[in-house]
């Protein structure tokens, strides 16, 4: 594979994962939280995102179909997961839960849902590492550069989660509970989309 190949590979993981739409969102997530916990949440994230684009670039498909799950049917799982997202942040359950639950010793952790999954890693993420590493045909180091070129984007994001507190005191408390809304919004419209495209990819809805 020539270099344009990877530099293609690139472009679409990053447009696809977003690594600058992600961080307003992650802001939001994490809200209220202080530095060293944002800190451990974006590792946190990032590493298990890595883990499972790793797993799905290497084995692809089969993954999915070890258990019997197609690609449409994990769209439409993880849209429904994200649309409850989507209804915490637009009316505020997770900053009342937050305060219910200050005086405990176990918090909420987003690093896993929804942040690892779907957001970072997400159907469409997962479905492209199994094209990419599927057009270099099993070649072992084009494979390997493949998951590089993922890496690097993941590492975009990493970077830009941990300049999350100076995105929230850019913002304010007033300007991240707008943004909050706005997110949550579109989190609805994208964890539709996902349904949709599930919906489409089972032949139950027209393209």
């Known amino acids: 594979m020539d270099l344009t190949f990877y530099i293609s590979s690139f472009v679409t993981l990053f447009v696809i994962i977003d690594p600058i739409g992600l961080t307003p969102l992650f802001v939001a ?4 939280l202080d530095g060293a916990e944002r800190r451990v949440i974006a590792l946190r994230a990032a590493a298990i995102a890595l883990g ?8 692809g498909e089969a993954v999915l179909g070890f258990v019997g799950i197609s690609m449409p049917a994990f769209r439409i799982a993880g849209g429904i997961l994200l649309f409850l997202t989507a209804l915490d942040m637009l009316f505020e359950r997770r900053s009342k839960r937050r305060e ?3 005086e405990e010793e176990d918090r909420p952790d987003p690093s896993v849902f929804p942040l690892a999954t779907p957001l970072i890693a997400g159907p469409g993420a997962m479905a492209t590492m199994i094209l990419l590493t599927g057009q270099v045909e099993g070649h072992v ?22 300049s999350a507190g100076l995105i929230e005191r850019a913002l304010g408390r007033t300007g991240i509970n707008v943004v909050t809304r706005l997110l949550g919004m579109l989190l609805a419209a994208l964890s539709v989309q996902f349904v949709l495209d599930g919906l489409s990819g089972l032949g ?3 393209g």
């Not at 997530?29 to 209220?32: A, D, F, K, L, V």
């Not at 499972?52 to 084995?59: A, C, P, S, W």
């Not at 084009?142 to 970077?159: E, Q, Y």
């Open 141 to 162: 180091a084009a494979t390997l550069a493949v998951h590089l070129v993922m890496g690097a984007v993941i590492g975009l994001v990493l970077v830009l989660f941990l």
């Open 204 to 206: 139950l809805l027209a």
């Open 29 to 32: 997530i994490t809200q209220g």
């Open 52 to 59: 499972l684009l790793t797993l799905f670039g290497v084995f």
């Open 100 to 102: 219910d639950q200050a």
